[in-house]
């Protein structure tokens, strides 16, 4: 009689048909999970386009896997060709500019600094433009709308591209908004009563004084205080 027990490693034979057959049915099985099924008589759709949401969720999950986006990428793709601005007025105009007018332009740029006086800078302005001649088509407003960007820098060129681009029609409005922005009527007043307080130094020499006083006088032109000394002032009767 013999006894049925449990048969051991030795008794089971390999057949590497059956284990073929198992991995290929297990692996069909695996990829019916992972894939939809499609709609007869209907292709299947493409994937749909991640955002960059998406895309920095997955970075998180899967490490160094995916690329993380930067904070920059975010306006990259709605402002590419916008990074850098020139002045434009509301009637813009184009013409040659030699270099030599170019190289006056950019000799002592007005920053917007007290250290730099607005009128000088405009009186320097308007003797540049005397070299530069443009065709007898452009008007002397528009020469002078096209070469005053070339004079401002820093702080003067940014508040000339962000405040007033497309919105001035002649040199008079853009000399005027200048002077307004630089030499409003609180630094008028100053200028002013620097000129009537005006004393010669100690050790100061009387050239050095009257140079002093001048340059005084350009940086406030419209002082109005000898037109007023000399209207009171009676002169004598020549016989």
């Known amino acids: 009689m013999f006894m049925r027990g449990r048969r051991s490693k030795d008794d089971l034979q ?6 073929r057959t198992a991995r290929a049915n297990r692996r069909t099985f695996l990829l019916s999970k992972s894939v939809p099924p499609i709609e007869k008589g209907r292709s299947p759709s493409p994937p749909p386009s991640k955002s960059l949401k998406s895309i920095s969720h997955e970075a998180s999950i899967m490490g160094d896997a995916a690329p993380r986006p930067k904070l920059g990428d975010y306006g990259l ?18 013409f040659d500019i030699k270099s030599t007018v170019l190289n006056g332009l950019r000799d002592k740029q007005f920053d917007g600094t007290e250290a730099m006086s607005p009128h000088e800078h405009l009186s320097r302005f308007a003797e540049t433009c005397e070299f530069c001649v443009p065709p007898t088509t452009v008007t002397e407003s528009q020469k002078k709308l096209q070469l005053f960007p070339f004079t401002l820098t820093g702080r003067a060129r940014d508040w000339l591209l962000t405040s007033l681009g497309g919105t001035i ?23 002013k009563m620097e000129i009537q307080n005006f004393k010669q130094r100690e050790n100061e020499s009387l050239y050095d004084a009257w140079e002093r006083f001048t340059l005084m006088l350009k940086r406030c032109p419209n002082h109005e205080l000898f037109e007023k000394l000399y209207r009171n002032t009676p002169f004598p009767k020549t016989t």
């Open 77 to 94: 793709a709605t402002h590419r060709g916008q990074l850098t601005h020139t002045f434009r007025p509301a009637n813009p105009t184009a």
């Open 14 to 19: 390999f057949d590497p048909k059956i284990e």
């Open 169 to 191: 029609q002649t040199w008079e409005e853009l000399e005027l908004k200048f002077l307004e922005k630089y030499f409003p009527m609180s630094k008028y007043w100053d200028k």
